[in-house]
């Protein structure tokens, strides 16, 4: 059974960079054909998909979030992890990390096995 857990701070200051981690387990993050996103939804902007870190390393990024975003991964501890610096109040949502499946060229299964979610609030 998959299975994917978020971790990180809940409260992150104005200006800071938030970073969180998201632990997998029943599956090797380096499994082909998988895609390992970070999404997160807030009452204001809804559902928004940051970026995901492929089976192979390769990642790719929503153009909103380009400038400010780093996914990558430990692939020791089958973890992979969201940087977003610069945040504002503005980026206080729930922060999921979710598993795509893929065929090695296109992402054929969006989002099949979700984490439960983690609240971060950006508040001094």
């Known amino acids: 059974q998959v299975q994917l857990q978020e971790s990180g701070p809940g409260l992150v200051k104005p200006s800071a960079t938030l970073s969180l981690t998201c632990t997998v387990s029943?599956?090797?993050?380096?499994?082909?054909?998988?895609?390992w996103s970070w999404i997160r939804q807030s009452p204001r902007r809804g559902l928004e998909w940051i970026g995901y870190?492929?089976?192979?390393?390769?990642?790719t990024y929503n153009p909103s979030f380009r400038s400010r975003t780093s996914i990558s991964r430990d692939t020791t501890k089958n973890q992979f992890t969201l940087q977003l610096t610069s945040v504002t109040p503005e980026d206080t949502a729930v922060y999921y990390c979710?598993?795509?499946?893929?065929?090695?060229?296109?992402?054929?299964?969006?989002?099949?096995?979700w984490g439960q979610g983690t609240q971060v609030t950006v508040s001094s």
């Open positions: 979710a598993r795509s499946s893929g065929d090695g060229t296109y992402i054929t299964i969006p989002n099949d096995v």
């Open positions: 029943g599956v090797a993050i380096t499994s082909n054909y998988y895609y």
């Open positions: 870190i492929s089976y192979s390393g390769s990642y």
